[in-house]
């Protein structure tokens, strides 16, 4: 089609994008309510237990049955994925880099189908379900790239000064043995197979746990990786509660190391538990975000206000990186709400299945349960409703998830300027300077995504005085969102990271290896 999606090129896509897609959709519609299996060792593994799961766009439609792991499935899957790891560690880095590439291509093959399932499961609309499918497919390339680039971690380092002897060093990178990824359900599909990717290239086997609240997304990659021919063990798929599985899996004595994308007591939780056994071993957890934005008397409103609606609002709020702080300079505050409550109000929210549908449903029931929660704590602590603050359970869609894209002003001590939502409520504050701004900004446990409209000094001075692991400036495609392999590395700093290093970034793959120095003297 000659057009490239990302998160920042999907706002507008070439008309044939969206009739693949609804084709893909009506193809998958009609396969709903089959039963799912786990994959371990191989092979179809039924899992202990069935539960049926519903698609949060209508309460009523069947997505399927999937499978609750329990700790004898965990364990099957680290035996398998222990059996596994010799033969392929020593596989040629050639043939594991082959096998990443055509995993990418056969997700890039069933981009649309894969993604009418995600719109389904999730309930994001369908731009963000083909761009995070996209993405996945290229988190598998871009890694297989950057392995062969990186001469596959095997650097020869100069001989020891030695008269008489040759003595020959090097440094070589290896993986660490069985790896596993543990994923939330916002971005069930890209958060599975970017992590995945790493740990395969690198030498490692994995065991992939999906969110309980999104089992699907595991499967499909479950059935490209099948696909494209990985061998017996090397990749092995549960679903299931993070209690029984996922506490299995970090607690195997066998764990060569964990990939968690979460909450932050929950990424701590096995940062700690990683930490204290009889030897540390790694654990790459990135944690969420309380991500800022600020913005200045010097800002192009219109560009702001388009950053920061599609920034609070895209997939429901349901980020990481999604913008929840709001902190804008008192000369220009009541010019850019009146903007904001204009861009508000024309978004499109309803069944994302619809392709003008901008904003769909929340994905849970613990998300729609907190959702008046939260409204009604922002009004008895002194916030007030600039737009939104409804459950919209009057929509002509059938019954879901759905809540209204809210905009809330609050004093900058408010209590909801700290906590996470993962809910579509922007919290605002009036500053009187960039420099009060930046001072709330940083005030956070967690620094993951921040953003800034103002001119070319306001830049200067906001990257150079941010705590955040991703910045944007001036950016009307989203003020705090829209990362992507290859363009933008994305991690935190602070409560955000374990690691201090980003997805797709030079540094990455190096944390799924530990290196040896090899000295052989002639």
């Known amino acids: 089609m000659g057009f ?32 799912h299996a786990m994959f371990v060792a191989g092979a179809d593994r039924p899992g202990q237990a069935l539960e049926a799961r519903t698609s949060p766009i209508d309460r009523r439609l069947l997505l399927g049955h999937f499978p609750l792991a329990g700790e004898p499935d965990a364990n099957a899957a680290m035996e398998a994925a222990a059996a596994a790891f010799d033969s392929w560690r020593r596989t040629p880095a050639v043939e594991r880099i082959a096998l990443l590439r055509r995993v990418s291509a056969l997700i890039e093959a069933r981009v649309c189908h894969i993604a009418a399932a995600l719109v389904l499961e999730v309930g994001k609309n369908r731009l963000e379900a083909l761009g995070e499918v996209q993405e996945t497919a ?12 990186q001469g596959h971690f095997d650097h020869r380092l100069p001989d020891d000064p030695l008269t008489g002897w040759a003595s020959h060093n090097r440094s070589v990178m290896k993986p660490y043995g069985p790896w596993v990824v543990i994923t939330p359900f916002n971005f069930p599909f890209a958060l599975a197979g970017g992590p995945v990717a790493a740990a395969l290239v690198t030498g490692n086997t994995v065991v992939l ?80 975000g309380k991500n800022a934005c600020i913005v200045t008397a010097r800002a192009d409103l219109d560009r702001a206000a388009a950053g920061i609606v599609r920034s609070a609002f895209g997939m429901s709020g349901q980020k990481c990186s999604a913008l929840s702080r709001l902190y804008i300079e008192a000369d220009v505050a009541d010019a850019l709400l009146e903007r904001l409550i204009a861009a508000t109000a024309a978004l499109r929210v309803g069944d994302p299945r619809a392709r003008e549908t901008w904003m769909g449903p929340v994905t849970t029931e613990a998300a729609y349960a907190r959702y008046p929660e939260v409204i009604d ?19 002509e869609a059938p019954p879901g998830l759905f809540v209204a894209p809210t905009i809330a002003e609050a004093p900058a001590d408010h209590s909801l300027f700290r906590q996470e939502l993962f809910l579509p409520v922007l919290m605002m504050a009036r500053v009187a300077s960039r420099g009060e701004a930046m001072v709330l900004c940083n005030d956070s446990p967690v620094g993951l995504t ?39 590395p994305f991690g935190g700093w602070k409560g955000s990271s374990s690691t201090g290093k980003a997805i797709a970034s030079f540094y990455y793959l190096a944390q799924y290896q530990r290196e040896q120095s090899q000295t052989v003297v002639e």
């Open 377 to 395: 704590t922002l009004r008895r602590k002194g916030g007030r409703i600039i737009a939104g603050g409804e459950v919209l359970d009057s929509l």
């Open 450 to 488: 921040a953003g800034v409209y103002g001119d070319d000094e306001d830049v200067a001075y906001f990257n150079d005085h941010i705590e955040a692991g991703v910045t944007y400036a001036n950016r009307p495609q989203g003020a705090t969102t829209g990362a992507w392999p290859g363009y933008q």
């Open 209 to 288: 746990k999906g969110s309980r609240e999104t089992p699907w997304a595991g499967r499909l990659l479950a059935d490209c990786l099948r696909d494209a021919g990985v061998p017996e063990g090397v990749f092995n798929y549960l679903s299931g509660e993070g209690a029984s599985a996922g506490e299995a899996l970090i607690g195997h004595p066998g764990l060569g190391g964990v990939t968690f994308t979460g909450s932050y007591d929950a990424g701590m939780y096995i940062w700690r538990r990683l930490a204290a056994g009889a030897f540390p071993r790694p654990c790459i957890a990135e944690m969420g």
């Open 4 to 35: 490239k999606l990302t998160y920042a090129t999907m706002f507008d896509p070439p008309p044939e994008m969206h009739a693949h897609f609804d084709s893909a959709l009506n193809e998958v519609s009609v396969s709903l309510g089959a039963r």
């Open 138 to 149: 290229d988190f598998f390339a871009l890694y297989a790239d950057d392995y062969e680039a």
